[in-house]
């Protein structure tokens, strides 16, 4: 029996992100390069994106490629990049059937042309969908993204568009890459690490934590329905006591 029947559907995060990490570790310990790796977890995003278009979750966000990932080796950054366009063109028409919007974050301006094509092409001809938001987020890193914020509330202040006191919390959320996108209620990360690494840290400040040992190509339908059980049977009081929430 599929974990799925278990999952309440009324309890569900609204908002899934996944550091997608383990996949040159698999690669190695089968022998394999790590462009091996990353080939196959690109079947792990099919799957797990199939699984929550099934549960109807409605955001789920993918840690791509940080920043910090172009300073890997750059036959491996170039395989990347590749990688990327190639599932980007395969996987469209399957998103436009199961009515999946795609959506990317970060600094687009690193990525290579025909990356940038590609992922614009499948952003425009998804953005009618209603159904699950998948968000890549590629050449982010949310030091970044502060850096970015900080600029552009800076220029504002500048141009007396606002002044510093009108700086709130919802300002700055207004003014990060995830606009009118709600914050992730669930983070998972694959790989047995047990860190952020840079991802989402204004949007994480509530989110519930998941983080497992089996690396990426190994997580499929079943360990992402096995995290969804795990979220809810946790009880998110936002600083107030149990007693608040009955």
């Known amino acids: 029996m599929s974990l799925i029947e278990k999952i ?19 690669a190695k310990a089968k022998g394999k390069d790590r462009c091996f790796g990353h080939q196959e977890g690109v079947v792990s995003v099919r799957k797990v994106v199939e699984a929550a278009t099934k549960i109807g979750l409605k955001y789920l966000t993918l840690y791509t490629f940080s920043t910090e990932n172009w300073n890997r080796p750059l036959e491996e ?21 199961n009515n999946v919007r795609l959506m990317a974050i970060g600094n687009m301006s690193r990525l290579p042309e025909d990356t940038r094509k590609a992922l614009n092409e499948c952003i425009s001809e998804t953005s009618v969908n209603t159904g699950t938001t998948m968000i890549l987020a590629l050449s982010y890193s949310a030091r970044w993204e502060f850096v970015e914020t900080a600029r552009l509330l800076a220029q504002e202040v500048l141009d007396k568009k606002i002044t510093p006191n009108d700086i709130t919390e919802a300002v700055v959320s207004d003014h990060l890459t995830t606009k009118n996108i709600p914050d992730p209620d669930l983070l998972i990360r694959t790989g047995g690490e047990k860190r952020i690494s840079n991802f989402l840290l204004w949007q994480l400040s509530y989110a519930e934590f998941y983080f497992t040992d089996i690396y990426w190509p190994d997580f499929r339908e079943e360990e992402f329905y096995e995290a969804i059980l795990c979220y809810q049977q946790r009880e998110r009081r936002f600083g107030k006591t149990s007693e608040q929430l009955i």
């Open 8 to 26: 309440d559907k009324e309890r569900l995060p609204q908002h899934v992100a996944i550091i997608m990490d383990g996949n040159g570790r698999w």
């Open 77 to 97: 950054v170039h395989a990347l990049m590749s990688l990327l366009v190639s599932s980007i063109q395969r996987e469209t028409p399957d998103l436009k059937k």
